[in-house]
């Protein structure tokens, strides 16, 4: 571990941190601080299907993972914004959210459909082809593959692919702080914060978990460890499984990083839905 850190798997995998096309796509969560850009803004290129759910349904998990492979799918032609209602109340009370899962879609800044519980994938896929048909043509052009040039986006992307992660880290935090809603800055200091942290573990941070399996800091590393390697089922298996054993302080520490974790990939990564569908069970 105390080489270089190839982070191409990260990359190749991680694609919310795109600044347009799928990665965009596959969804993005919304709160009171990016609402308006997220939502209302969007709604004026494409359709803005909002998801109002919580994780502590299953029905609501479900519904995410099938509208965010319909996103993923799509390509663009419309965005998924998710509203944990848990975490973001104020949002959710804007759109008079009485159950979830509630789905409201907006074009224009303006709610044109909606639904509530869970619904069937031929059923969602017909709901979002009459959304598509019945919002062609009416709003603006569909954003470009092609970003505009953006010359301190280029320089931190040059510091990251270099591995310069300290100036890398620096570069993304002065754009993040230009612009709180950054999509590709926010998923680049997670991915830098997340390689820094996982490549400063010791060579036998794998022994000392598997001789003491509870060890909380112990089975964190090791899960940091496996990412790194590409063992992304593997290391959520074994979070998810100390979720199950521990409780308290403890099992809410170990549930805010698989949570941190899930943040670093795609929201349609196979990997990913699986491990939110565990972690769910695992939790309620």
């Excluded at 509203?83 to 104020?90: G, Q, S």
């Excluded at 044109?112 to 059923?123: L, R």
């Excluded at 496996?226 to 403890?250: N, T």
Aim: aromatic residues 4%; negative net charge; proline residues 6%.
């Amino acid at each position: 571990m105390a080489g270089a850190v190839d982070l191409s798997g990260l990359k190749n995998r991680n694609q919310s941190g795109d600044a347009g096309g799928a990665g965009r796509a596959a969804g993005v969560e919304v709160t009171e601080v990016n609402f308006e850009a997220e939502v209302l803004v969007r709604s004026n290129q494409v359709p803005v299907v909002v998801l109002l759910w919580s994780p502590r349904s299953e029905a609501c998990v479900q519904l995410v993972d099938a509208l965010a492979a319909l996103a993923a799918g799509d390509g663009g032609r419309w965005s998924l914004a998710t509203v944990n209602v848990d975490t973001a109340p104020r949002v959710a009370a804007m759109f008079g959210v009485e159950a979830v899962p509630t789905v409201v879609a907006l074009a224009g800044g303006q709610p044109v459909a909606s639904f509530e519980g869970p619904q069937p994938a031929e059923q969602l896929r017909r709901w979002v082809d009459s959304l598509l048909s019945a919002t062609a043509g009416k709003l603006g052009a569909e954003p470009s593959d092609e970003p505009p040039a953006d010359p301190a986006l280029d320089a931190a992307r040059e510091l990251l692919d270099a591995g310069n992660f300290d100036a890398a880290l620096a570069a993304y935090r002065e754009i993040l702080d230009a612009d709180p809603t950054h999509v590709e800055a926010k998923g680049a200091l997670r991915q830098i914060t997340f390689l820094q942290r996982a490549s400063a573990h010791p060579p036998e941070v794998l022994a000392n978990a598997e001789a003491a399996p509870d060890d909380i800091d112990a089975a964190l590393a090791v899960a940091d460890v496996q990412i790194l390697s590409q063992d992304i089922a593997g290391a959520f298996e074994r979070l998810i499984a100390l979720v199950k054993r521990s409780s308290g302080e403890d099992r809410t520490r170990v549930r805010t990083r698989l949570i941190d974790l899930f943040e670093l990939f795609d929201p349609a990564d196979p990997d990913i839905i699986a491990a939110r569908r565990n972690l769910a069970n695992a939790l309620y």
